[in-house]
């Protein structure tokens, strides 16, 4: 079974400052997607990034990027120039290729405060 | 662009009462996801369709059944309500074949048991 693990459960950082959101995780297959999503006061949940575990590439988008260490299994998040809308839970997730209808895993989440 | 539907979005219920969710995925999407997330927590996978079979099946209650009907929507039906029960229910969906990996939620559905 695959397990996800957020080891901080909140963290806070300054507005325009860097913040680095902490995932691990533990599976035996070889072929899976790990993700970020953000979870707004709002409730709704939203992808913010999104890594194939075949690609060694970090992946990035905009002011988001991941830092995928796979013989690690850690998959961190960095949030660069954080803005107050950053404010939101944080969750890794999991989800491994064996078919194309595969569930999504979470973690535990990381409730993240962006502070003006 | 459309989004996944849930209906209703609010929902308050008596302990034993029956409850019904439901949820329209995106068009062109052939799987649904249903997860329950209580206060404060991530969220748990339920139940998944795909092709409007039952695809994998998680900690959800022997008490909560669902479906996926032939226009692709899916329903979860919640019988003999517990105090336990209260929580966000999210339905997400995804396109097969695609496999970008990426499961597109809903804005949930919060029941409420008293």
């Known amino acids: 079974a695959q397990t996800v693990t957020q080891s ?3 963290m806070s950082v300054q507005e325009a400052e860097t913040v680095t959101l902490s995932c691990t995780y533990d599976t035996s297959e070889n072929n899976y997607y790990l993700f970020w999503y953000k979870q707004p006061p ?3 949940m939203i992808l913010v990034i999104r890594q194939e575990a075949y690609k060694q590439q970090n992946a990035t988008e905009n002011r988001f990027s991941v830092n995928f260490q796979k013989a690690a299994k850690s998959f961190s998040l960095k949030i660069s120039d954080s803005q107050l809308g950053d404010t ?3 969750f890794c997730a999991f989800m491994k290729l064996k078919t194309s209808y595969d569930k ?4 535990p989440g990381t409730s993240l405060s962006v502070i003006p | 662009a459309a989004g996944v539907i849930q209906s209703p979005r609010h929902l308050i219920k008596e302990k034993r009462e029956t409850a019904t969710l439901k949820c329209y995925p995106i068009p062109r999407h052939d799987t ?3 997860y329950q997330q209580g206060p404060g927590q991530d969220p748990q996978f339920l139940i998944s369709f795909y ?3 039952q695809s994998d099946k998680g900690s959800i209650p022997d008490r909560f059944s669902a479906q996926q009907f032939s226009d692709y929507h ?5 019988s003999s309500l517990e105090l336990g029960d209260s929580a966000l229910y999210f339905c997400a969906s995804s396109r097969s074949g ?4 990426e499961l597109f939620f809903g804005e949930g559905s919060r029941l409420t048991v008293l």
Do not use: D, H
């Open chain 2, 32 to 34: 649904v996801y249903w």
């Open chain 1, 88 to 90: 939101a839970m944080y």
């Open chain 2, 74 to 78: 899916s329903e979860l039906n919640m």
């Open chain 1, 42 to 44: 709002s409730r709704q």
């Open chain 2, 51 to 53: 092709e409007k079979m």
């Open chain 1, 8 to 10: 901080q459960p909140e």
């Open chain 1, 104 to 107: 999504v895993i979470f973690g």
């Open chain 2, 98 to 101: 695609r496999n970008t990996g």
